[in-house]
């Protein structure tokens, strides 16, 4: 899955269950580790995981398994880093 394709997996799976304040960054030039990053927010904890999760579920579905995931068992935060 092309870097394109896979951004926009990941914000079509936020969409679709409402995640709020969702912001992209395009940090080629500031970093060597990745090409972007998405953020988004959730009205609770459980939201908070659901969205991960859906992320998950919908890059898994194109090919991409993630390298890893934090801080789902809390759900206050949850990054999940598709490399």
């Known amino acids: ?3 394109d ?3 926009k ?3 079509q799976a936020l969409e679709d269950l ?4 969702i912001a992209e960054f395009d940090v080629r030039d500031m970093t060597s580790v990745t090409d972007f990053m998405i953020i ?5 904890d459980r939201h908070v995981k659901s969205l991960a999760n859906a992320v998950v579920v919908a890059c898994k579905g194109g090919g991409v398994a993630p390298l890893g995931v934090e ?3 809390e759900g206050e935060w949850v990054l999940v880093d598709l490399g």
């Open 1 to 3: 899955m092309q870097t």
């Open 9 to 11: 997996t990941a914000l």
């Open 71 to 73: 801080g789902e068992r």
């Open 40 to 44: 988004a927010s959730g009205t609770s």
């Open 5 to 7: 394709e896979l951004k």
């Open 18 to 21: 409402k995640a709020i304040n």
